[in-house]
């Protein structure tokens, strides 16, 4: 009885164990039929094999290049990077969304911007909208680290906004190549 | 801790050429393989935990490479839908028909039968004949059985004996 093509394909590899590999090897010296199937599959991997792949080393250096660049970022920590970003220098107004267990607690804050309004939410804690400029932002974190047990802020910047990079472009251009895969 | 840097300079230059040609018969495209084969080693390059050895560290790129693939080759699939849909509804320019005489001329026709045969047999096949791996290894990657791995194998080739044949069955008619 003849071999299965898929037998016959796995005793090419070498996928075929001791007896079995006998068995065939026999077969295949008194199997016109099971023989011409062989060498079938034996010219289709030799034709697999001279097939070549295109040169590589281009790529290769384009890759190495890349993945140095890579490198040096990888290095700056990524706590280090977080503050290397700098505030916007732009005179822009921020917006600081203060949400307190207890308004009297902020009431006792800094209480001097013109811009704050203080709403009762349905849940009993009270919402303080601070719109202040900029520059007071350093003055106005600092108040709230005094008094930092139980608040939560949200700073909202405003839309129109333009963030000019002063640091770490080199990270950003990084980051864009990644995006565009232009490497 | 990061992969060390020795250590990936080596799996670099030892494994490139492999995990660069086995990306190129799994997509048929140069810049593709370009891209899948970067994407790996960027992939090894974030990893954590180094691996063992560089053996090791040849099966984790291949099986990355794998995986990879399976959305270039679902993005291809995609795109010859279009061409095609493209194709019936305005007929090739003399430009356009000229560039895909080209470009087809540019793939050897071992390359275009690969490409014709499905993914998961063209996979198998391209790990058994331009990685050299056995069964078991294959098996390992792809995640099926050995069993599996020599259907696969067998029907990857049956497939690619009959396009070849007719291929040139097609030439001596001219
Ligand atoms: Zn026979």
Not at chain 1, 33 to 41: A, N, P, Q, T, Y
Not at chain 1, 76 to 96: C, G
Not at chain 1, 120 to 136: M, N, R, Y
Not at chain 2, 54 to 79: A, D, G, H, M, P
Request: aromatic residues 8%; hydrophobic residues 40%.
């Amino acid at each position: 009885m003849c071999p299965g093509g898929e037998t016959l394909s796995a005793y090419l590899d070498n996928e075929v164990e001791g007896p079995w590999k006998k068995v065939i090897e026999e077969h295949l010296t008194l199997c016109l039929s099971c023989k011409h199937k062989i060498d079938e599959m034996i010219f289709t991997r030799e034709q697999l094999a001279l097939e070549s792949a295109p040169d590589f080393r281009a790529s290769q250096e384009r890759g190495r290049s890349y993945l140095a660049g890579l490198n040096s970022i990888e290095q700056v920590s990524f706590w280090r990077r977080r503050v290397a970003l700098p505030l916007p220098a732009a005179a822009a107004a921020v917006l600081l969304l203060i949400i307190l267990g207890f308004s009297t607690l902020l009431l006792s804050l800094h209480t001097d911007y013109r811009f704050m309004s203080i709403r009762t939410q349905p849940s009993g804690s009270s919402e303080v909208l601070v719109t202040a400029p900029i520059d007071d932002l350093e003055r106005i974190l600092k108040s709230l680290e005094l008094n930092s047990s139980r608040q939560e802020i949200i700073i909202q910047l405003p839309k129109e906004l333009n963030f000019f990079v002063v640091g770490e472009a080199e990270m950003f251009r990084a980051a864009e190549y990644k995006r565009n895969k232009v490497w | 801790m990061k992969i060390d840097q020795g250590l990936f300079e080596e799996a670099y230059e030892t494994l490139y050429p492999l995990i660069h040609k086995l990306s190129y018969h799994i997509t048929g495209d140069v810049e593709q393989a370009e891209d899948l084969c970067h994407e790996a080693f960027i992939k090894y390059f974030e990893r954590k935990k180094p691996l063992p050895d560089i053996n090791q560290t040849k099966y984790w790129l291949i099986r990355v490479v794998k995986n990879i693939s399976l959305n270039y080759e679902k993005k291809k699939f995609r795109q010859r839908k279009a061409i095609e849909k493209l194709k019936r509804s305005a007929p090739l320019t003399a430009d356009s028909a000229e560039h895909e005489y080209i470009k087809k001329e540019t793939i050897s026709r071992i390359q275009r039968a690969l490409d014709k045969i499905p993914y998961r047999l063209r996979m198998a096949v391209v790990l058994k004949e331009y990685a050299g791996l056995n069964y078991k290894e294959i098996g390992a990657i792809l995640g099926i059985s050995e069993g599996n791995v020599k259907i696969r194998i067998f029907r990857a080739r049956q497939r690619l004996a009959q396009i070849l044949k007719e291929e040139t069955e097609h030439v001596s008619w001219r």
